[in-house]
């Protein structure tokens, strides 16, 4: 049996995603990061710095439990424990994972960052512009790549496209429209319109409270 811990977060989100696009049966546990339930005692022993989301897998390698961290090495554990949304060749993996690091080195990043200072109590200008630009810089980057390929890896969708999903449904915390960018809105839509994203974006955002 797999457990997802997590919340109603970009990088939460992905994880649902995948597990319901493959398929795979899950127990989903809430993580409350507005109450800083992240840093309780029982969830620090199963990610030590203390964020979600976390994978605990009962029938791990070698039947052993497996327990792992970080969106990203998540994504790729249940590709390659799977064989699905991930290329078989080596030179279709290497796309996928050098968009996923595109996305969480760079665009997840400058999102995040730019929510935060846009939202921040003490205005900093200078920070907020700097990743304004870093932002609208990433995502001009990322709508050149979708001008030239279905997905943001080519003809399939793989989990690549769902890294990129997450901070691009959670948008609204760094005031960011996708109006000027017309190939990730063409790309965002259609994601988005896929039943499992559908259902994994419903079961995290039924872990916020009223």
């Known amino acids: 049996m797999l457990d997802l811990y997590a919340f109603s977060t970009p990088n939460s989100a992905r994880i649902p995603i995948a597990l319901e696009e493959m398929g795979l049966a899950y127990r989903l546990h809430s993580i409350n990061v507005r109450k800083g339930e992240q840093k309780s005692p029982e969830h620090l022993a199963r990610n030590p710095n203390g964020k979600v989301p976390v994978l605990v897998d009962s029938e791990g390698p070698e039947g052993a439990p497996f327990t792992l961290t970080?969106?990203?090495a998540i994504l790729l554990y249940l590709a390659e424990k799977t064989g699905k949304?991930?290329?078989a060749d080596a030179f279709g993996r290497a796309r996928v994972i050098e968009q996923m690091l595109f996305h969480l080195t760079g665009i997840g990043p400058a999102l995040g960052q730019l929510g935060n200072f846009r939202r921040a109590e003490e205005q900093l200008p200078a920070?907020?512009?700097r990743f304004e630009a870093?932002?609208?810089r990433t995502l001009a980057v990322l709508d050149g790549i979708l001008g030239q390929r279905k997905f943001v890896t080519g003809d399939d969708y793989t989990?690549?496209?769902i890294t990129h999903f997450g901070w691009l449904w959670r948008r609204e915390f760094a005031m960011v429209s996708l109006d000027p960018?017309?190939?990730i809105r063409r790309w965002y839509?259609?994601?988005e319109a896929r039943p499992a994203v559908q259902r994994g974006i419903k079961a995290v955002t039924a872990l916020v409270p009223v």
Do not use: K
């Open 70 to 72: 970080e969106s990203g």
């Open 85 to 87: 949304l991930i290329p």
């Open 127 to 129: 920070a907020i512009s």
């Open 134 to 136: 870093e932002t609208a």
């Open 159 to 161: 989990i690549a496209d």
């Open 181 to 183: 960018y017309d190939n």
């Open 189 to 191: 839509e259609a994601v």
